[in-house]
């Protein structure tokens, strides 16, 4: 595989090398362009799931289709050719590839010897000339090379319920733009599917305010309730093979590389290590992390290296049973079971890539090699009960079970009190959590540590940023919170992994790394602030940037709160409001940024300046924005001095757009932020472009 810091392009040989290594056959660039000598002809229906292409660098670049046999025509070749135009009148590459059974007829193509910050259309085609749709893709700046990159990121796709809007407005917005400003890639943050499948006539109620789309049919499966979940190879291929039918995300492949990392749901809900927890406590499902992780490397051009042989046409996958693992280690080395250890290795996605003199992407699993989650434990559910708080999550608990036996600097108490109920801390003996994991913590914090380019962009699939209530000023008549001050909206990502998220941060500060910026997706919502290992009343010192980005589709919490939270619920305006005549007002926004006596002024009021003159300026220091209601894009444009990310929130897609443009914009908002020096801050201006904030002062 190349690495990070070469500055000269491999060979052929090499190259050849370092395809084989990521099963991809190898297209490399002759010295001179020519026309293309192949008839085409574009048959899309021979290629249902369109073309893609994934994890440039600044000489080379991932091709990928999908052909499977046509009228008993197995083992077709297909011949990709690589052209510097779209009549393909300039090809500087061509292969020939053979889509086989055993890849579920995907074939990848290493697209080698490039030009560097270069736009290169691609296609493929069989002997008969019949063809794909024409692919555009684009390679990296050279190392050495000072342009602004800019590149889009995107989570949590849900075509189950919703729809790919966001796309469309995606490509549309692109096209508006100089070939300068344009995307260099897209960065998919995962959830590329929800493997919790309904069919349209198990679940005739609504979801929330959405209808059931028939969008996958498991070969297999297996029903929990009211939903499908895979369990085998063809179950994730299936998967694949629905989502990628949509024209949203068909068209968005085709046009950009995509750089992708996956979150929870392309493997499962609860899933971690090669275990799950499909709601009768964890279990084994070593089998179903296996198949999971074949279907993503045949569907997924991504720069990751196969495990085994060397054979294009065979993802060796590791052969295990469902062994159910006794012991959890939440230090986050895995569970030593040899089914769960063999399953994880099978294949790593935790990569880096790099554009130009600017940014560094430094992807991270954050899934594989977790812990699971400690206030999962029963122990902590009756004592810690926040039922009658919005079952807000109380901070110092958090802390004290994520930290183990390091609370306090190794000084855990025997004892977690909340209200007049007591805990007995089951942690005081045990390891941190972690996410990471050990192995892969150390490489990350040495990819920081070398990290050669301005910004250190961190993709991160899971949030950071606190998102927390001041329970503590609730009034009295509104009840009195049983903790010492802060309830906690999310525990099962960054936010309750704080411990080693503090290490993290103070690495980057010890180590005086400038530039780090961690996009996240998972949350369901927009968020942009920046990162501090600790809140007031702690020692507030903020060293990183960090933007949410919002769900392509899935529901978020307003949307959540408008459908169950009523107007009866004595705590509701903390969440959302209902004035009479208008539209409910998304207040968990202003509740995040301004504290509950602000919120719970403007519910009495409806004046935002009264509110805001009540807002409390520790709870949320570090959030520049916040939108738990929002879908959309986000858009980073990284320069030498300056990073900038746009947030593109569209109207909750629960019907297709047919417009040109996908649809209307709700709002675009913008934040800047300029390259900080080793002991500064870095700090977020704030800028709206288009339409009105929701509620997010
Ligand atoms: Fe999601």
Known sequence: MAEKTRSASLNRREFAVAAAAMGASLAFSAPAARA??????????????????????????????RCPPASGNTAAKLAVEVSQDESFQNVVATALVVPAAENDWTVRVLAAGLKPATTYWYRFSDARGMGSRIGRTRTAPADDDDRPVNFAFVSCQDENTGYNNAYRRMLYDDRQKPEADQLDFVLHLGDFFYELVWYPEDRTKPYYSRKIRDIVR?????????????????????????????????????????????DNHEFSWRGFQGL??????????????????????????????????????????????????????????????????????????????????????????????????????????????????????????AEILDAGKAYNDGHPPDIITFGSKQLANYRKDKEPQSILGQEQKAWFLEQLRGAKATWKIWGNSQG???????????????????????????????????????????????????????????????????????????????????????????????????????????????????????????????TMLHGVAASLTYDKTGDVKQALARSNPEVAPHLTFADLGGHGYSAVRASSDTLETEFVCIPRPIERSTADDGGPVMYRVRFRAKIWQPGQAPTLEREVIEGALPFST
């Open 36 to 65: 293309s000598k192949r008839s085409w002809k574009e048959r899309r229906d021979l290629y249902p799931q369109g073309v893609a292409s994934g994890d440039p660098t600044f000489d080379s670049v991932i091709l990928w289709t």
């Open 218 to 262: 498991y070969p297999t499966g297996r029903k929990i309730a009211d939903y499908h979940i895979p369990v085998d190879l063809p179950d994730y291929r299936a998967a694949f093979k629905g989502y990628l039918a949509d024209p949203e995300l068909a068209d968005a492949r085709a046009n950009w590389p995509f750089v992708c990392m996956w």
């Open 276 to 397: 799950t927890d499909d709601g009768k406590g964890v279990v084994g499902a070593q089998t179903r992390r296996v198949a999971a992780a074949q279907a993503w490397f045949e569907y997924q051009p991504a720069r990751v290296r196969k495990v085994g042989n060397q054979d294009l046409n065979r993802f060796d996958a590791p052969n295990v049973v469902d062994a159910d693992v006794a012991k959890f280690d939440y230090q986050g080395r895995i569970a030593e079971e040899p089914n769960n250890i063999a399953a994880i290795n099978g294949l790593k996605l935790f990569r880096h890539l790099r554009w130009g003199k600017n940014v560094e992407l430094i992807l991270t699993d954050n899934r594989s090699f977790r812990g699971y989650l400690v206030a999962n434990d029963d122990r902590a559910s009756e004592p810690l009960d926040t039922s009658a708080f919005l079952d807000l999550f109380p901070q110092e608990a």
């Open 464 to 590: 950071s940023l606190d998102g927390r209530f001041d329970m503590k000023n609730l009034p009295p008549e509104l009840g009195k919170w049983p903790g010492r001050d802060y309830g906690m909206l999310w525990i099962d990502d960054w936010q309750g992994y704080r411990y080693e998220r503090g290490e993290i941060l103070d690495f980057v500060k010890a180590n005086g790394i400038t530039g780090v910026t961690s996009v996240c997706g998972d949350r369901h919502c927009f968020m942009a602030g920046v990162l501090s290992k600790a809140l007031p009343p702690q020692d507030y010192e903020p060293v990183a940037l960090e933007f949410v980005g919002s769900s392509i589709s899935s529901p978020g919490a307003v949307e959540v709160y408008e459908t169950n939270v009523h107007d009866t619920e004595k705590l509701h305006a903390l969440l959302v409001r209902r004035p009479p005549g208008k539209l409910p007002e998304p207040m968990v926004n202003f």
